[in-house]
């Protein structure tokens, strides 16, 4: 059985004081049985303070981004071991508005990947077409070549330790979400490029996932649970959202 997993990407948005009534707004735990791990991704500055606070919930921490460096100078990067520092397990790697505002490659996402496994943290690779290349015929393409950066630097024996996110651009913040059979073609496409071991390997559907399309999206067989912008950071619509799974 492949793991669960539902994502908060809180971006650039959130303060101490948010942090705060968010934990006050869920007020249940999460029972540790859940069926699926709910993390948030928090502003990096705030991981330190989220930490115990997400914990009292039943909410773990996941980092936006990680260094693909292990130590040095390297001004305002923050390495996989900093973010274990913090008790964080998880990074999203290679999302889209890094890839475009902050040009980040297919090698800095691959260099990323491999050192953030090196150093005992799961990276949540984000993949995912512009509308422009959808239209065109060429999404698998993209998508193909984007996970295979990543596959070609890591062994077969650590793709387990890999999250993949499907996340279409032209659904990122936009209201336009893909229908659920769009996201199941694209995971299952995304699954056949991992051949065997993609069996065991989760894959993440983001873009415009709300409480009110969560269900349909998750219940695709080859949807694995979802990373979640906009919708994460109300509390009520996030515990909407996870608890669809
Ligand atoms: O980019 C996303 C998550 O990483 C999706 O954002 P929205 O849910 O706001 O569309």
């Known amino acids: ?10 971006k650039m948005n959130g303060s101490a004081l948010h942090i705060d009534s968010f934990v006050d707004a869920l007020r249940q735990k999460i029972p540790a049985d859940f069926r699926a791990q709910t993390l948030i991704a928090p502003p990096a500055c705030y991981l330190g303070y989220a930490s115990p606070r997400f ?10 981004d990680v260094s693909a460096y292990p130590v040095g100078a390297y001004t305002g990067e923050i390495s996989a071991g900093m973010l274990l520092d913090l008790g964080c ?14 040009g980040e490659t297919d090698a800095v996402v691959a260099a990323k990947v491999k050192q953030a ?14 509308l422009a290349q959808r239209e065109e015929g060429r999404y698998e393409q993209v998508i193909r070549q984007q996970v295979q ?10 793709w387990s330790d890999l999250v993949f996110a499907y996340e279409p651009v032209w659904a990122i913040g936009t209201g336009q979400t893909a229908t659920p059979e769009q996201a199941q073609e694209a995971h299952r496409f995304i699954r056949s490029l991992l051949g065997a071991p993609g069996a065991s390997v989760s894959i993440l559907y983001g ?23 906009g919708a994460s950071l ?12």
């Open 89 to 102: 397990r998880f990074a999203i790697v290679g999302h889209s508005e890094r890839r475009s505002y902050h």
């Open 1 to 10: 059985m492949r793991e669960k997993l539902v994502i908060g990407n809180w």
């Open 117 to 130: 496994l090196r150093d005992g943290i799961r990276p949540v690779v984000c993949v995912g077409e512009a």
């Open 149 to 158: 950066a990543v596959l070609q630097v890591c062994e077969p024996e650590v």
């Open 55 to 64: 914990e009292e919930v039943g909410i773990g921490l996941c980092a936006q």
């Open 207 to 229: 873009g415009s996932v709300k409480p009110e399309n969560a269900a349909a999206i998750f219940s695709q067989p080859d949807v694995d649970g979802g990373l979640i912008g």
């Open 234 to 245: 109300c509390a009520a619509d996030f515990k909407a959202v996870f608890s669809a799974i």
